[in-house]
Nanobody, 126 residues
Framework: QVQLVESGGGLVQAGDSLRLSCAAS????????MGWFRQAPGKEREFVAA????????DYTDSVKGRFTVSRDNAKNMWYLQMNSLQPEDTAVYLC???????????????????WGQGTQVTVSS
């Protein structure tokens, strides 16, 4: 069973930056496609960003393009989401997710992922 643990959330002001981290309890994450999602109160889980197994491909939802950057360090079993120019509408619980090992693909829907973290709260004040 793969366990994912997010960290790095917090309360910031509009325009500030945060870096979220996701740690995985596996020997190596190098074959796991990974994604970040967010969920605000009363709203459905929303795709934020995804990265392929070697980090050569990334994908973002339109509202975060140019502000957020997803990355991975396979040697450290870590994934990251750098969030710049945060806005109040970015306020949500952010969750990392991993798909079972595959060497192909990049995925945008929650149903594509097999393992989830508990989430970390990001609150952006205006």
């Amino acid at each position: 069973q793969v366990q994912l643990v997010e960290s790095g959330g917090g309360l910031v002001q509009a325009g500030d930056s945060l870096r979220l981290s996701c740690a995985a309890s596996v020997r190596t994450i190098s074959s796991y496609p990974m994604g970040w999602f967010r969920q605000a109160p009363g709203k459905e889980r929303e795709f934020v960003a995804a990265i392929s197994v070697f980090g050569s491909r990334t994908d973002y939802t339109d509202s975060v393009k140019g502000r957020f950057t997803v990355s991975r360090d396979n040697a450290k079993n870590m994934w990251y989401l750098q969030m710049n120019s945060l806005q109040p509408e970015d306020t949500a619980v952010y969750l990392c997710a991993a798909r079972r090992p595959t060497m192909l693909g990049i995925y945008r829907t929650p149903g594509d992922y097999d393992y989830w973290g508990q989430g970390t709260q990001v609150t952006v004040s205006s």
